[in-house]
């Protein structure tokens, strides 16, 4: 599926199998999750993507074929691959363990073709192996909704026992599991009326869930914003406690509105995070089966990729969408 413009259909389109360069694996895509991060790609809110573009970086893929220089796995492997899809590796971030903030990275499906596709090819050594036993389209949310969820939860902190969520789709969903196993309460905030995304919240085990424009039952000690929406910075700065920590955990926002000093005060903390590190990929991925994350899914078909993206938009997803190529992973 081919994005020629922002703001245009996805294609459907014939393209040649990719071949493998040095340090590259040639994947056979069994299944690829649908990020917001793909919604603003293809919404033209993220600035200057490779154009035409395979969107997708939440890849499980089978090795078919491994490049010059390749070690890592075997032909037949089953690997992971995520939105950090290159880093220069020599710059001051690099070479201080924020290769997140590689000011030359290239990321999956924006600078990089990704998995909305049958075929793929990746960077060997920002591949990840995956947990045993998860079938693929399980597998495939925890590539970036669980990275980025787990990069949000720890800039959270660790005294955050009352942790706030705003915005409850597929990353939410799998931090909240994290941080019940945590043994943190969980409070979750979706949009206004949305029922539907409140129950999901309180069956994973959330302690309170309401509307977004709501007050939580106390105070929280940090709170992660998943959702997009500027406005909800100042309703969580209300919402947590002295020293409390906002996370914005999206690579997009709109316009976060003035709001007076005094929620601010109080050593409260407003920050982002940004994109992921190998070892953020590690450590997750190395927790989660402990922990028993599990993710729910809703499948399509790859030519209904649009479908997807608007059901996503919309909010109209249940867990994680995943992109199934015919005759990959059934679910």
């Given at each position: 599926?081919?994005?020629?413009?922002?703001?245009?259909?996805?294609?459907?389109?014939?393209?040649?199998r990719?071949?493998?360069?040095s340090?590259?694996l040639?994947l056979?895509?069994?299944a690829?999750?649908?990020?917001?991060?793909?919604?603003?790609?293809?919404?033209g809110?993220?600035?200057?993507?490779?154009?035409?573009?395979?969107?997708?970086?939440?890849?499980?893929?089978?090795?078919?074929?491994?490049g010059?220089?390749?070690?890592?796995f075997?032909?037949?492997?089953?690997v992971?691959?995520p939105?950090?899809?290159?880093?220069c590796g020599?710059?001051?971030?690099?070479r201080?363990?924020?290769?997140?903030l590689?000011?030359?990275?290239?990321?999956?499906?924006?600078?990089?073709?990704?998995?909305?596709a049958?075929?793929?090819?990746?960077?060997?050594?920002?591949?990840?192996?995956?947990?045993?036993?998860?079938?693929?389209?399980?597998?495939a949310?925890?590539?970036c909704?669980g990275?980025?969820g787990?990069?949000?939860?720890?800039?959270?902190?660790?005294?955050?026992?009352?942790?706030?969520?705003?915005g409850?789709?597929a990353?939410?969903?799998?931090?909240?599991?994290v941080?019940?196993?945590?043994?943190?309460k969980?409070?979750?905030f979706?949009r206004p009326?949305?029922?539907?995304?409140?129950?999901f919240?309180r069956e994973?085990?959330?302690v309170?869930a309401?509307?977004?424009?709501?007050?939580?039952?106390?105070k929280?000690d940090?709170?992660?914003?998943?959702?997009?929406?500027?406005?909800?910075?100042?309703v969580?700065l209300?919402?947590?406690?002295?020293?409390?920590?906002v996370?914005?955990?999206?690579?997009?926002?709109s316009?976060?509105?003035?709001?007076?000093?005094?929620i601010?005060?109080?050593e409260?903390?407003?920050?982002?995070?940004?994109?992921?590190?190998r070892?953020?990929?590690?450590e997750?991925?190395?927790?989660?089966?402990?922990?028993h994350?599990?993710?729910?899914?809703?499948?399509?078909?790859l030519?209904?990729?649009?479908d997807?993206?608007?059901?996503?938009?919309?909010?109209d997803?249940?867990?994680?969408?995943?992109l199934?190529p015919?005759?990959?992973?059934p679910?």
């Open positions: 599926m081919v994005l020629d413009r922002a703001r245009q259909p996805l294609r459907l389109a014939e393209l040649p990719p071949t493998p360069g340090s590259q040639l056979k895509v069994l690829c999750g649908v990020c917001r991060t793909d919604l603003h790609v293809a919404d809110e993220l600035p200057d993507p490779k154009l035409p573009l395979v969107l997708g970086h939440e890849i499980v893929g089978q090795v078919v074929e491994a010059l220089g390749c070690e890592r075997a032909a037949g492997s089953l992971g691959v939105w950090l899809g290159w880093t020599s710059c001051r971030f690099c201080s363990g924020r290769e997140n590689c000011d030359r990275a290239r990321f999956t499906g924006y600078h990089l073709d990704g998995g909305y049958e075929y793929a090819v990746a960077d060997e050594r920002f591949c990840f192996a995956l947990p045993a036993g998860l079938r693929p389209s399980e597998a949310p925890l590539l909704a990275l980025i787990y990069r949000a939860l720890l800039a959270a902190g660790d005294h955050a026992e009352r942790l706030g969520i705003y409850f789709g990353a939410a969903h799998l931090v909240a599991q941080a019940r196993a945590q043994g943190r969980v409070y979750a979706t009326d949305d029922t539907a995304a409140q129950r919240a994973l085990g959330a309170w309401g509307s977004s424009d709501a007050a939580p039952p106390e929280l940090a709170a992660i914003l998943f959702a997009p929406v500027g406005a909800l910075v100042p969580a209300r919402a947590v406690d002295a020293g409390g920590t996370v914005c955990a999206g690579i997009h926002m316009e976060i509105p003035p709001f007076p000093y005094e601010l005060w109080g409260r903390v407003v920050r982002s995070v940004a994109n992921l590190t070892r953020d990929g590690d997750f991925l190395a927790m989660a089966p402990h922990l994350v599990r993710t729910e899914v809703e499948p399509f078909p030519e209904r990729a649009a997807a993206l608007d059901r996503l938009r919309s909010g997803v249940r867990g994680a969408a995943v199934l015919e005759g990959a992973d679910r």
